[in-house]
């Protein structure tokens, strides 16, 4: 155990490996301990490993460069709903479909069509390999079969015990799912509600698969979705009795799928089966001395919605440049400690946007009620895009105590006059000083430091900007209108809170 890394990383999942790889672009010697013996996990491939992408995870994507590696079908590729089709699936609320044909982008003046506005398709199998590849290329070093085990921290450094080595990090961030070893070695407070049901995700050979309707369907004792014939996603409310660890058999699963469609379907087989609850729950600090969580080890829910990947990928994007800055010693001194406040707000709100749907989806004439309160709702104007604006993740906006709507969000993709876009020019995650137009001044003040590089950018339409602050994680730190000189005091004072002096 010579080697001191920098970060070492619990979990070579999603949210683990596109941190490794943002720690990685600010030159940290990162190692990655997953306990699974290789990254070829069969539940990571399609049918069950499919997950939907909001925008703000695609844009993380894009602007890295790597959004080709993400998706590559053409119908999987972020698609910018077509207004003439009266209805294009936006995403669902408790099964409630969100018409994407009634986006008004109007409303959503900052975020511009583009490639990476929209959500898009993926699977697990895909964004370990892509993020897998990129970070080798990096040298992370990825060890597979290392199991965490054992933590001690101390003021200096973290020492974790996996697969029977020893290892010593500066900092550790547990990435290691809903079960986290980490969050428990090291003993964060877990808090929020217990399951009132168990979800299956499975993958099975139905005798009669006809006997089950397809998509969405609402039961006296449920919820079952059939995607395809014997390709199944369902809840049943059951106080969350079915114990996880036990194998979902064939008969188990037609006893629930019985029960919760009502019908006699027969199940002759499992090929696949992932079992889940609403249990939802929050970790009260995402940071104890050297030890940090992210992604599901810091916030569990049911994957209603299609937001736990989102979450743990806007985790990692928010926490990567600050950790590096404070490995690197560069980092102002609260620098490190704004990823909880800026992200346990995010997954608080993933946490009640589940826990709604389940009260929604109640069987019952008390969630039947509600659900079809929603449902007129979600049907307005107003209401479509309000679920879409969520959905996407298009309001997604931190309060950094400015009231430019603009500062907390992230910063439009545009439209440059030689035919590229923003986006792209964040790749090597370093943040930015943009301006549109030049400005003498501003350009001093990112001279010599670390972290910040200077852009003088011609616009096609600048939206009434004349400069902003772009964090490396996309989110716009300061603003000033076009046409009128910028504050330099405030433009330095935003970069001494972010940059350091
Ligand atoms: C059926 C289903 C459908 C879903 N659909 C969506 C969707 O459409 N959109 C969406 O945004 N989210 C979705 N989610 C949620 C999403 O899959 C998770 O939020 C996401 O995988 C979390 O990523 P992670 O890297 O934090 O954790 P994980 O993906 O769980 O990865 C954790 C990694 O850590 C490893 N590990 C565990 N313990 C240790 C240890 N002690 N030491 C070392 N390694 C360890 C594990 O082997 C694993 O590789 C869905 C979830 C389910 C169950």
Redesign the pocket.
């Known amino acids: 155990m010579n080697k001191l890394y920098d970060v070492i990383i ?7 490996l596109f941190l490794a790889h943002e720690l990685a672009l600010a030159n940290c010697a990162v190692l990655v ?4 013996p290789s990254a070829q996990m069969p539940w990571k491939s399609k049918p ?1 490993g499919l ?3 909001n925008s703000n995870s695609v844009e993380a994507f894009y602007r890295r460069g790597l959004l080709d590696a993400l998706v590559d079908d053409a119908d999987q590729r972020p698609q910018r709903p077509d207004k003439a089709i009266p209805f294009q699936f936006g995403g669902h609320f408790a099964g409630i479909m969100v018409n994407a044909s009634q986006l008004d982008l109007a409303r959503f003046p900052y975020r511009l069509a583009g490639p990476a506005l929209y959500p898009a398709k993926t699977d ?1 199998e895909r964004i370990c390999t892509a993020l897998n590849h990129q970070v080798a290329k990096r040298g992370v070093t990825v060890v597979y079969g ?4 054992v933590l001690e921290q101390d003021a200096d450094q973290v020492v974790v015990q ?1 697969g029977g080595q020893h290892y010593q990090g500066r900092w550790l961030v547990g ?8 969050r428990k070695l090291a003993g964060f407070e877990f808090v929020g509600t217990e399951a009132s049901c168990t979800g299956y ?1 499975v993958h099975c050979e139905l005798a009669d698969p006809e006997k089950l309707a397809m998509g969405f369907q609402y039961t006296t004792n449920g919820l079952y979705v059939q995607a395809s014939p014997g390709h199944l ?1 369902l809840m049943e409310y059951d106080g969350g009795r079915f114990d996880r660890s036990q194998e979902v058999t064939a008969a188990h699963f037609q006893a629930v799928l019985r029960r919760v469609s009502g019908t006699d379907v027969t199940v002759n087989s499992i090929q696949m089966a ?1 079992t ?1 609850t609403d249990r939802c729950k929050q970790v009260t600090q995402y940071r104890q001395g050297r030890v940090l969580l ?4 810091a916030h569990i829910h049911s ?1 209603l919605g ?7 990928i806007g985790d990692a994007l928010n926490l990567g440049w600050k950790l590096a800055a404070t490995v690197k010693g560069r980092a102002p001194a609260a620098l490190i400690d704004s990823y909880q406040s800026e992200r346990h707000p995010v997954a608080s709100w993933v946490l009640d946007w589940t826990r709604a749907q389940v009260a929604c989806m109640a069987p019952g004439p008390q969630g039947e009620a509600l659900a079809q309160l929603l449902r007129d709702l979600i049907q307005t104007d107003d209401g479509a895009n309000h679920f879409l604006g969520k959905l996407w993740g298009l309001t997604l906006r931190y309060e950094l105590g400015d009231s430019h709507p603009l500062v907390g969000a992230s910063a439009p993709d545009l439209e440059l006059t030689d035919g590229s876009r923003l986006g792209p020019k964040m790749a090597d995650g370093q943040g930015l000083l943009v301006t549109l137009g030049d400005d003498r001044d501003l350009a001093g003040l990112c001279r010599g430091r670390a972290g910040l590089e200077y852009l003088a950018l011609a616009a096609k339409d600048n939206l009434g900007l004349g400069a902003m602050l772009i964090r490396p994680d996309g989110i716009v730190a300061w603003v000033s209108e076009a046409g009128s000189p910028a504050d330099l005091g405030a433009a330095q004072a935003a970069i001494a809170r972010w940059f350091g002096q």
């Open positions: 619990a979990g070579a999942g999603p949210v683990g301990l997953e306990k699974e069950l997950r939907g992408v697990m290392a199991e965490v085990t996996a990435c290691d799912g809903g079960r986290s070893q980490v995700s996603a992932a889940f992210a992604g599901d080890s994957p299609a937001q736990g990947l989102n979450a743990g």
